[in-house]
């Protein structure tokens, strides 16, 4: 069997088959004596960097029976598969990033949290969307089911959220398409084809789990099957479940279907959703092994088997093992009850068994001494399975859309716990002495009746030898009597055949006579055809001679009505020329009327005349007015001095503020040193985050892969968060804003920082916007020089801008303006990628964009690609996305007719050139902005003439994103320009 990738990526081939080691050597006199359950023997994979020398250590020491573990083989291995996106997705999530980003190569998954922060898993493989079926068998099941075969116990689990594909990787039947069939249909394949059907056997079960009830879904009337352990070996049991014997494929599709028939009736009564439930595929595999891997076992143990092969007889071994795959219900939280339609009680026993499974794994995961296995009916069942004896894989699956944040993260967690579980590796195999016995007497009978059967024939065999003997001299001399009587027949022909050649002889001679008669007529005939054919080409030449005559006198005739025909022409054209004089003299009448017209324009000067007079009298009247308002202002000064008497009142009330300010003073004094405090344990907590040293799990590099540290981080953070949000209620967030405006530079920016830190929680936002946070950080944008503050208030900013009311409130406060000056100004990366940020979610809002474009945004958007930094590159490129994905859905609702305002302000080069960029957040925003910008069809030139056409052709051939891809190609389907564009180099779409 081939190694798959899988195995040969994580475990370097370590684990293999040639590699085992017995543990314990075994014996001839023990090995009588036990039961066959006892001779089991325990086999440990040696750990992948140990030498041979060490190996024969840890043979030798390895007196003990109980299974070590190994570093590396005995691990679960958790992989993780990203849905692709449903039709509803696709609409619903469009104005949205990713929210997940996989790196296959890296095998890491990224979980974005906002639009700068994100957290980095590591796993043992990370499957994309596009990921085939088959590929998945082979990484996630396969090596389960080859170490099946090996005699091992496996287990294969799918794990995640109702909808995210559990039932799609594990139950597929594929009966459509084969190549939609998932792991279970392919498991049974790869064993079928692996053992031989007289010696060994399959057998299935099929069960399902629901509210710490199993039900056996191949006979539904069995629906209360309890569980039993045996309590020397631990193994588990479940009495009375049915067991199909499969024989090949065909029928095993049918007890899938039958199954799965059961389970939808069985949730149907029950009133509740097959998502609820854990389906459970129970597939025993007895296997007798093979001489080849008896000989392995030889060289393993030379006493035992020496002994045997040299008396010329092998023991028989079988192998027992078994694997179960599990669909298990949806990981989301049962815990509402009434809406589901259940009570508290049902929802707790719904939870239970997904719950305790949880908690196991955080035991094992821990090294915890105490697993609590007995906790419910799914952890008794799989007890092998996590830190048993059975090779382990856990296929989490998760869906994109970023309205599921929650549940993708704990369930993200989830695997990333189950990833520290170790299993110990525990080979199924018995010495099989009664079948050996019962097979040699077989063998013995056989052979005796085999002989008795040989001598009886040879005896026949002489007899009848005997009787051919004498039957061949007989046909002998029947044979020479034939010969003579033939040689007579043959002499009488030979004389018949001399006649007839004599004869036919002279029949040739009387034909040529007749032949050369044939020819001399033939020569006759010629000549007189010849003739015949002379006259009639004569007579032809004479009949065209004459069509040419009459073709000539037609033409001529032709020729004088077309001379007359010019004559009559120029005498037309000389009344024509008369009439012209005619007009030249109405010409001369009009000259004299317009000499009246200037007679009136004299007239209307004399009124403008008159008008003017008018004019001087209306100024007059507007002095005499001037001097009425003298009089107003001076009544005006009178009522002044009674006010200022007022003022005076006023000014003794402004004292008594003055005195509470002071005492408020204080107050943010005390406030202010605790704000120090706090942001100083915060720097202390990043920098000791910043010093820890990198431990990797598996050999990798990056600190990333720390499977402690997130943990550590996310403490710390969570520590820094509740004591913010302790100061928050203590404190008042009043106060702390106020602090905004401190003289200390030192307190502004601890203060600023604590409202970036609030402002990052989406719960906190309205309350900052209504004390007037954001007027706040936008004056500190627009007066304070100082980067850092510029940077965090930058950052509170984009945080704000997540929300449509918060981005039209930035919006009326001129906060464009001052982003664009900031865009412009600032030089650090890390405060561009705020900028940028803070535009690129305005720039997604419909109602803002030609505002957001008069007031510079765009511009400053663009002007930013001057730091090269591929954070800053990448929030640019969504600002244009979300722009275009505006723009478009303008052009879709009817609202649009002009072409792109990012055309307009120059943004089409930078979009072209950045079209292919190495950075994948920059190239999926620009490949979606090129997308959107092609759908309308009075883009389409610019875009042509910028190149676009053969970066939408790419991106309609390789993007990564299917719903990209079909964009592209129905874009380029759908244009006009686009179309004459592509015939003209022959390659029309559609
Ligand atoms: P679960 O068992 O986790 O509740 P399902 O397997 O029923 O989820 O999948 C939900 C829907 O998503 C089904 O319509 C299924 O066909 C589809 N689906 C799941 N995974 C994929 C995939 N990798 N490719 C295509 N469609 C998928
Ligand atoms: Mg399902």
Not at 46 to 62: E, N
Not at 547 to 575: A, G, N, P, Y
Not at 872 to 888: P, W, Y
Request: with cysteine; aromatic share 4%.
């Amino acid at each position: 069997m081939a190694l798959s990738p899988y195995r040969s990526s994580l475990q370097g081939g370590t684990f293999r088959p040639s590699a085992m080691r017995l543990e314990r050597p075994l014996s001839m006199g023990s090995s009588t004596k036990q039961s066959a359950a006892a001779a089991a023997t325990v086999v440990t994979p040696p750990p992948r960097s140990k030498s041979s020398s060490s190996l024969s250590q840890t043979r030798r020491s390895a007196s003990a029976t109980r299974p070590s573990r190994d570093e590396s083989g005995g691990r679960v291995r958790v992989a993780v598969r990203l849905r692709p996106r449903n039709a509803d997705e696709l609409i619903a999530d469009a104005d949205f990033g990713d929210y997940v980003e996989l790196m296959p190569e890296l095998k890491r998954l990224k979980l974005r949290k906002n639009n700068w922060d994100s957290e980095t898993f590591q796993f043992d493989e990370v499957l994309t969307e596009t990921a085939s079926q088959k590929r998945v068998y082979e990484v996630v099941a396969k090596p389960v089911v080859e170490s099946v075969l090996e005699g091992y116990n496996g287990t294969v689990m799918a794990y995640g959220q109702t909808g995210t594909g559990k039932t799609f990787t594990l139950g597929r039947l594929g009966e459509e398409d084969t190549a939609d069939r998932g792991i279970m249909v392919r498991a049974m394949e790869d064993i079928l084809a692996d053992i031989s059907s007289e010696q060994d056997a399959v057998t299935v079960s099929y069960l399902q789990l629901y509210m710490e009830t199993v039900q056996d879904l191949l006979a539904p009337e069995k629906d209360n099957i309890p569980i039993v352990e045996d309590p020397k070996t631990g193994d588990v049991s479940l009495p009375g479940v049915t067991l199909y014997e499969v024989r090949d494929q065909r029928s095993f599709v049918e007890l899938l279907q039958i199954g799965e028939a059961n389970r939808f009736a069985a949730n149907t009564k029950l009133n509740t959703e097959s998502s609820r439930s854990h389906a459970i595929l129970l597939v025993n595999v007895r296997k007798t092994v093979r001489p080849k891997q008896e000989r392995e076992l030889a060289a393993l143990n030379e006493n035992v088997t020496n002994l045997q092969l040299s008396k010329g007889h092998r023991i028989p071994t079988i192998r027992r093992s078994k694997l179960i795959i599990v669909d298990l219900a949806g990981s989301e939280r049962v815990d509402k009850s009434g809406s589901e339609g259940h009570t508290l009680e049902e929802a707790k026993f719904i939870n239970l068994s997904l719950t305790a499974l949880g908690k196991c794994i955080n035991a094992l995961a821990e090294n915890s001494p105490h697993v609590p296995i007995r906790d419910s009916k799914l952890t008794r069942l799989l007890r092998d399975s996590f830190g048993g004896t059975a090779r382990t894989s856990l296929i989490v699956t998760i869906g994109p859309s970023p309205q599921h944040r929650g549940e993708t993260t704990s369930t993200i967690l989830f695997g990333q716990r189950a990833m520290r579980v170790e299993n110990m590796m525990k080979l199924r195999e018995e010495f099989d002495y009664k079948s050996l016995c019962r097979k040699l007497e077989t063998d013995l009978d056989r052979l005796v009746a085999e002989n008795e059967r040989q001598n009886q024939a040879v005896l026949d065999a002489e007899e009848e030898m005997e009787q051919k003997i004498q039957e061949a001299q007989q046909s002998v001399t029947e044979a020479e009597k034939k010969l003579a009587t033939t040689l007579e027949e043959m002499a009488a022909e030979r004389f018949r055949f001399q006649k007839e050649h004599a004869e036919t002889l002279h029949k040739l001679e009387q034909e040529r006579a007749l032949r050369e008669k044939l020819e001399k007529e033939l020569k006759d005939n010629a000549q007189n055809l010849h003739a015949q054919k002379e006259k009639q080409m004569q007579s032809e030449k004479a009949k065209h001679q004459k069509e040419l005559e009459d073709f000539k006198q037609r033409h001529q005739q032709e020729l004088i009505d077309l001379t007359k025909r010019l004559e009559v022409e120029h005498s037309q054209r000389d009344s024509l020329e008369r009439k012209l004089v005619e007009v030249e003299h109405l010409v001369k009448q009009k000259g004299k009327i317009e000499l009246g017209g200037q007679e009136q324009i004299m007239f209307l000067t004399n009124q403008c005349k008159e008008l003017s007079r008018l004019k001087e009298k209306a100024e007059k009247e507007l002095q005499e007015f001037r001097s009425k308002t003298t009089l107003a202002t001076k009544k005006l000064k009178e009522e002044n001095a009674s006010l200022s008497k007022e003022n005076k009142t006023l000014q003794h009330d402004l004292e008594e503020s003055l005195k509470q300010k002071k005492a408020l003073e204080h107050e943010v004094k005390n406030v202010k040193q605790q704000l120090f405090k706090l942001n100083f344990e915060a720097d202390e907590t990043r920098k000791s985050r910043d010093k820890e040293p990198t431990r990797t799990l598996i050999g990798s590099d990056s600190p990333l892969l720390n499977s402690h540290k997130p943990m550590n981080m996310r403490d710390s953070l969570n520590g820094q968060r509740a004591s913010i949000a302790k100061l928050f209620e203590e404190v008042g967030l009043q106060k702390i804003l106020s602090l905004l405006d401190s003289e200390d530079m030192g307190v502004r920016v601890h203060a600023v920082k604590v409202v970036a830190n609030l402002a990052a929680e989406e719960a906190n936002q309205e309350k900052i916007v209504e004390a007037g946070g954001m007027d706040s950080l936008l004056s500190l944008l627009q007066t304070s020089e100082d980067e850092t503050i510029q940077r965090v208030a930058a950052g509170a900013i984009a945080n704000l801008a997540m929300n449509e009311t918060n981005q039209e409130l930035i919006m009326a406060q001129g906060g464009i303006r001052l982003l664009a000056r900031t865009a412009n100004q600032a030089e650090d990366p890390q405060t561009l990628r705020m900028v940028a940020g803070a535009i690129a979610n305005l720039c997604g809002n419909d109602k803002l964009q030609g505002r957001l474009r008069e007031e510079g945004g765009i511009k400053a958007l663009l002007g930013m690609v001057r730091s090269r930094h591929p954070d800053v590159l990448a929030q640019i490129a969504r600002g244009l996305a979300n722009f275009a994905k505006c723009e478009s859905r303008g052009v879709t609702e009817g609202c649009r007719k002009e072409r792109s305002l990012l055309i307009d302000d120059g943004a089409l080069p930078w979009i072209i050139s950045n079209a292919n960029s190495e950075s994948s957040p920059v190239r999926r925003h620009i490949e979606l902005a090129l997308c959107h910008l092609a759908q309308h069809e009075v883009n389409a030139k610019d875009l042509v003439a910028a190149g676009a056409l053969w970066e939408l052709l790419r991106i309609s051939e390789e993007c990564s994103r299917e719903d990209i891809r079909n964009l592209a190609k129905r874009t380029l389907t759908a244009s006009p320009t686009f179309q004459s564009e592509l015939r003209k180099v022959h390659l029309g779409h559609g």
